[in-house]
């Protein structure tokens, strides 16, 4: 039974599949200090969270039987990325299922500020008739500058243009072409600054974004501006912004997020008459915390049941359609791995990847984690590697990680087969995969010997001289010692030369029977191959 613990508020409603399902146990506490989550975590296969729940390193180290913290939201700087990868967590997040509803905050707090709304609701209520006080400005015609044109900042983008408002933005990653297609002026962050009416920030907090509206930017702003933070707090600079508000160079704020999440209650922000304040309510809605939770959810439930899964923050990303083409190749490329690290002796200095058939024309990389994982496994135990921390394992240890399409570009067989090639400290061995559209994985040759075997259960590999008898030899050894032998496959390149013996077993050997193989003169080595 897994069980997963949720520390923050996350929808009922889209923790449904979690709840229904019978290998997953929920548990709900919120509200946990970092101390009592140490004391906890211990018990728990997954965590979800939001953005309260800091999830430090301290919390990883102790989440023994951890493998997945899923982030129900799209920013993930309360989880300590770095510690996760190294533990060999899964990170991942909900990344479009808040993307309107932060969007439609953001816009929401652009027409109160330009109208005064919160201001004029807080006197009217008090009892005081104020209609002077709160001349507003109209967005039509005026001008958004939009930093951060991802999903919400192009969404913002969208819906600005209705107002009849002209948009001009930066993002390192949106191209003229794509711009052009929605309508919106490309400009630097100092054009922005100088020209925009309205400015709104959409970016991740990184150490590029921290504080990259600041004093120096203030300094050349546009007087009258009005910002909007809806992203996260410490893009712009709080304290330079508090002096550029009361110098009039920035006519109103409207912030949802904070430097220090909540703030203080002496923070500025709080009592300014010209900035209004959310407590982080971007995504605060009905339809985005269902949707983030259902996402969530649904992978989590994939990841604890090993199923391929999307939006893993800590691994690089693939296209869903490369996904959906190399997936059957998972296990495959992890069975390759591990079978040809239990073949190999020495220390892995060198693993390459080989695709040949339609594969070889794809971007393969993301098949790599998998072999990694296979092979590392063999050394460090299954317990330690899985295919978020296996490609740092290897990095750690040196390991020199290549794919080569180039050299079975063309498969001799119809299907695509996968050559996972392993160079030691002492030798170089390598074998070939395929999925068979009829009989699922195979390994369709060990070196340069053609077999057909389902990496499962028991196998001896057993490399000899090709020459009559042995093979009896064996099986008369294996049978007097109760092992059963379940099938056999005999591969060589010529007649006479090497030749290689598989052999399906029932159990594992007993390092006597090994001897007692190694010991028959025609025999150069055996090896014992076990699948999980
Ligand atoms: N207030 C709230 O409750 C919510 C806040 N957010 C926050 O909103 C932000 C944006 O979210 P999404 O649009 O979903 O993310 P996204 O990843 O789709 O977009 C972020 C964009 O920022 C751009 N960017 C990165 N560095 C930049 C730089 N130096 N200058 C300009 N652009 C840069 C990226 O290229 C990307 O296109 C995130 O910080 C997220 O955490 C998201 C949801 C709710
Ligand atoms: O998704 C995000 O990045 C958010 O900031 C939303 O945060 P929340 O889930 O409301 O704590």
């Not at 296209?319 to 997936?327: E, G, H, S, V």
């Not at 180039?406 to 160079?423: G, M, N, Q, V």
Request: aromatic fraction near 4%; charged fraction near 25%.
């Amino acid at each position: 039974m897994f069980k997963v613990l949720v520390s923050d508020p996350i929808s009922d409603f889209g923790l449904q599949q979690l709840n229904g399902a019978e290998d997953v146990e929920v548990v709900k506490i919120t509200g946990l200090s970092e101390e009592e989550l140490v004391a906890v975590i211990p018990h728990y296969d997954a965590l979800l969270v939001r953005s309260q729940t800091k999830v430090t390193r301290r919390i990883m180290e102790a989440g023994v039987r951890l493998k997945v913290i899923g982030r129900a939201g799209v920013g993930v700087d309360n989880i300590d990325l770095e510690a996760a990868t190294n533990r060999g967590i899964i990170v991942i997040n909900a990344p479009d299922g808040n993307t309107v509803t932060t969007c439609e905050h953001t816009l929401a707090m652009m027409m109160a500020l330009a109208r005064h709304i919160p201001q004029a609701y807080a006197k009217t209520v008090a009892g005081q008739w104020d209609r002077k006080s709160f001349l507003g400005v109209e967005l039509r015609n005026k001008v958004l500058g939009v930093l951060g044109l991802g999903r919400i900042g192009i969404e913002v983008a969208k819906r600005a243009a209705a107002f009849g408002m002209t948009v001009i933005g930066y993002d390192p990653f949106l191209s003229e072409e794509r711009a052009s297609k929605l309508g919106i002026k490309p400009a630097t962050v100092d054009e922005i600054v100088r020209t925009a009416d309205f400015m709104t920030v959409h970016t991740p907090l990184t150490s590029e974004t921290h504080h990259m509206i600041a004093k120096p930017q203030f300094a050349v702003m546009k007087r009258g501006m009005r910002i909007i933070n809806c992203a996260r707090g410490g893009i712009i600079d709080e304290a330079a912004l508090i002096e550029a508000l009361d110098e009039g160079i920035v006519a109103g704020a409207a912030f949802d997020v904070f430097e220090h999440e909540p703030p203080a209650p002496d923070h500025p922000f709080l009592r300014h008459p010209k900035v209004i304040v959310t407590p982080h309510l971007g995504a605060s809605t009905v339809e985005a915390q269902e949707n983030v939770a259902l996402d969530v959810s649904e992978q989590v439930i994939h990841i604890l049941r090993q199923e391929p899964f999307k939006n893993a923050v800590n691994m690089p990303a693939v296209p869903t359609d490369l996904l959906n083409r190399l997936q059957p190749c998972f296990t495959l490329c992890s069975h390759l791995g591990n079978s040809l690290a239990q073949m190999t002796d020495g220390a892995v200095r060198e693993v390459t990847l080989e695709c040949s058939g339609e594969l070889a024309d794809l971007d393969v990389t993301p098949l790599i984690p998998y072999v990694l994982k296979g092979i590392l496994t063999r050394h460090l135990g299954s317990e330690q590697v899985n295919v978020v921390n296996a490609m740092h394992l290897a990095k750690s240890r040196d390991i020199n990680v290549s794919v080569q399409k180039s050299l079975l570009a063309h498969s001799p067989h119809a299907f695509d087969e996968i050559t996972i090639r392993l160079k030691t400290t002492v030798e170089e061995r390598w074998v070939t995969g395929a999925v068979l559209p009829d009989a699922g994985e195979r390994i369709v040759r060990i070196g340069p010997y053609p077999v057909e075997l389902s990496p499962e259960g028991h196998m001896l590999l057993i490399s000899q001289k090709d020459k009559p008898g042995i093979i009896g030899r064996v099986g008369t050894l294996l049978g007097d010692n109760g092992i059963n032998i379940a099938s056999m496959q005999v591969g060589r390149t010529e007649i006479g030369d090497s030749a290689v013996m598989i052999l399906k077993i029932d159990k594992k050997t007993p390092e006597s029977v090994m001897e007692s193989l190694v010991a028959i003169p025609e025999i150069k080595r055996v090896r014992e191959i076990s699948f999980d």
